[in-house]
């Protein structure tokens, strides 16, 4: 699997120096700098020379705390989910808030339901 993280640089100095690139232009709306171009755009690197290894992924039936889990422990930001060594999808960070989110307003509602009117 090769991620945003493989393609820009995976040490220290420069996920720090990718964080801060990406909080000045979220503050700041400053445009996307040419040295990070000109890595992600070199011909001479292939998928197998960059790629994360061992690629993390999940089964259909893997529970919402194992997946979030995972993301944490491996410090990535999406699963592969697969079935019989196929990739039949991908859990991202925003899909398990998103779950969370509406699992929530469910919850919500159903109580609001099961609630004896007062009169």
């Not at 909080?23 to 001479?44: H, K, N, Q, T, Y």
């Not at 020379?49 to 990535?76: C, F, G, N, Q, Y």
């Not at 159903?110 to 609630?115: E, F, H, Q, V, W």
């Amino acid at each position: 699997m090769v991620s945003e993280g493989d393609l820009i640089g995976r040490d220290e100095t420069e996920r720090n120096a990718r964080r801060e690139w990406w909080l000045a232009l979220l503050a700041e709306g400053e445009s996307l700098g040419s040295d990070v171009l000109s890595r992600v755009l070199r011909r001479e690197r292939v998928a197998s020379e960059i790629m994360s290894k061992p690629v993390v992924t999940i089964a259909e039936d893997t529970d919402t705390a194992e997946i979030a889990h995972l993301l944490a422990t491996h410090r990535i930001k999406r699963v592969p989910v697969v079935r019989d060594g196929r990739v039949v999808g991908i859990v991202s960070r925003e899909n398990l808030l998103r779950g969370m989110v509406n699992a929530e307003r469910s919850r919500r509602t159903s109580r609001s339901r099961l609630r004896p009117m007062t009169v």
